[in-house]
């Protein structure tokens, strides 16, 4: 959906998608904290003991005396291990809403084997274009098979929203697989420069996008490696005129673009996916492919044709020593029939993560910088993991990546899609907190200058 926030439409029993996902607590944040938390604790692991010459003073029965190596006083809140929460500094920033500054107060819980289970992260911030907001965030991990969230966020202008969202079967030890959610997100900045793969960047204007978004996927295991999936969405969207100073409203510039007001969609799609990927998550070796086809009507099963779609996702890792790792994505998306589809159903590249199915990465540009009817992407991402080490009852990776993407849209089928790329370079900073948490900040620079992206989980 062009930019729109998007629900990451996922097949393989993953399904982490990512629409409307208010996940600005990003583990990036995460790794802010690590570094802010372990530093202080490694101090204090490092100061001497007491002197042991003489006898210890003597100590009033009433005084209560702290177990052995219990940290007490100030040093309890700055000793990640012991603080009751993680006071995270927030400060985010993307392309099209700017930087958000705040502070995060993170509660985390490990399970026996060190592994996080839950995350609470609720948040107090500002953003120039909104005003002060908050955030409150509940992540479960119970197990590889099984995770759940749910989300709110509400600003003082403008945006606020709500995502829920359960799965099961992630690992695929069973027949079925199954993914549900719930999306209410009304975002203020969202872009559109217009149709076409040379858009110039003269032409942006922004617009309020409300949506509404319930979804569901049932997923047949044929084996571990082979999964057949049905998806079906409902999604409702509003496009009101923009708000941000200084950026011109899409209703001005494009007053017959289709897609101004509210539309529905009804998509049901059929996915077949191969996967041979050691871990959903933070995967080191294998490779997925997923090839789907869909049918979107305007409100009901079969009535009112609004678009079919047809599309090929790959992704490979391959590791080339024990701390670096080839990671190669691509990504192909056709709409084989329109019916005045609005301009938000079309196929997009632009901003941080892949949607299969959806808008696509080009980390040098902003969410929904190109679209047109047809898309293709590539990306390639050398992980090399930089240094290791244990903090907030956790094992944290730090990874430094370097990153080529390149991409674009096209509105015939028969055009090339390797021809006319737009090409962005860049570096990436990534914090692991295997199983289940990887954060991200990336740094792209394309020919309309450089943008910043932070995120959860990999990019793709």
Request: hydrophobic share 35%.
């Amino acid at each position: 959906m062009t930019a729109v926030k998007n629900q990451h439409d996922s097949t393989g029993g993953q399904a982490l998608w990512n629409a409307v996902s208010d996940f600005q607590f990003t583990a990036w944040r995460r790794v802010v904290a690590v570094l802010l938390t372990a530093v202080p604790s490694i101090a204090l692991a490092q100061l001497p003991p007491p002197e042991s010459g003489g006898p210890p003073s003597p100590v009033p029965p009433s005084v209560p005396v702290p177990a052995p190596g219990q940290t007490t006083g100030l040093a309890r809140w700055l000793n990640p291990s012991t603080a009751p929460f993680i006071p995270v500094p927030e400060v985010a920033t993307d392309p099209n809403s700017g930087t958000t500054l705040g502070v995060l107060p993170t509660w985390l819980r490990t399970d026996q084997n060190h592994d996080i289970d839950r995350i609470i992260a609720p948040d107090i911030l500002h953003n120039p274009y909104f005003g002060y907001g908050m955030h409150v965030r509940l992540y479960e991990y119970p197990s590889e098979d099984e995770q759940w969230s749910v989300t709110a966020q509400i600003k003082q202008r403008v945006e606020r929203g709500f995502n829920g969202e359960y799965q099961i079967g992630r690992a695929r030890r069973d027949r079925w697989s199954f993914t549900a959610g719930l999306i209410y997100d009304r975002d203020g900045t969202p872009r559109f420069f217009g149709i076409g793969n040379k858009t110039p960047q003269s032409s942006q204007t922004g617009y309020t996008a409300a949506q509404q978004v319930a979804r569901a996927q049932v997923g047949l295991n044929i084996s571990r490696i082979w999964q057949l999936a049905y998806t079906v969405r409902a999604r409702s969207v509003d496009v009101l005129p923009g708000t941000l100073p200084g950026i011109e409203s899409i209703e001005q510039r494009f007053p017959h673009i289709t897609g101004l007001g509210t539309d529905r969609e009804f998509l049901q799609r059929l996915s077949i996916t191969y996967d041979t990927r050691d871990d959903l998550t933070t995967p080191s070796h294998g490779t997925q492919w997923v090839a789907y086809g869909g049918l979107a009507s305007r409100g009901g099963l079969l009535n009112d044709s609004l678009y079919s779609e047809a599309g090929l996702d790959g992704r490979g890792f391959w590791p080339l020593r024990q701390d670096t790792i080839l990671a190669v994505h691509l990504a192909l998306r056709y709409l084989l029939h329109t019916n005045d589809a609005p301009f938000w159903a079309l196929s997009s590249i632009g901003g941080g993560r892949s949607d299969i199915g959806a808008e696509q990465p080009l980390r040098g540009f902003g969410a929904g910088r190109f679209t047109d009817r047809h898309s293709f992407s590539m990306t390639v991402e050398l992980r090399h993991k930089l240094l290791s080490f244990d903090a907030i009852s956790t094992h944290v990776d730090i990874e430094v990546t370097p990153f080529l993407d390149a991409g674009r849209v096209f509105g015939r089928s028969g055009t090339v899609p390797f021809t006319q790329l737009h090409p962005v370079g860049g570096i990436g900073f990534r914090g692991i907190a295997r199983p289940f948490v990887v954060g991200y900040v990336d740094v792209g620079y394309g020919s309309e200058g450089s943008a910043v992206f932070t995120g959860i989980g990999y990019p793709f």
